[in-house]
């Protein structure tokens, strides 16, 4: 089973930005917590991560990769209106889960609507790493039938 972990725009910055809404948690501590469940979960889960902060890069990454069984994805402020990102979402033909660190319906307003989450299976969101560890686990769940 292989599933994507998608970090986007800003988030190599995480753990130095923002770490009342985002956390202390470097990239790296990040891909490690989650990698660790992930092995948690089911040892034979392969994990590929990438982050970029551009937008073009994320949809190459995704469309490339087209035969991975899952994504879980934090799209970042482009989770926000990019039509682009969406419709590389609804186009891989995976189950797919969007994340993120901070509660979006509960920041501006501009935050809460989010047109990739549209594309995706179910939106975990405002529990910091917590909020990938759930999404996994769900991911997870959806990609095995259990």
Known sequence: MQILI???????????RDTAHYGTKTLAELNDFVSEHAHALNP?????FFQSNHEGSLIDYIQERSLADGILMNPG?????????????????GKKVE???????NREHFRANTVTGDACDAIFSGKKEESYKEGLTYLYQMIAGA
């Open 6 to 16: 998608i970090h986007g725009p800003n988030l190599n910055k995480i753990g130095k």
């Open 44 to 48: 034979e889960i392969q994990l590929d």
């Open 99 to 105: 994340v993120h660190l901070s509660d979006i319906k």
């Open 77 to 93: 402020a482009l989770s926000h209106y990019s039509y682009a990102l969406s419709d590389a979402l609804r186009d891989f033909r």
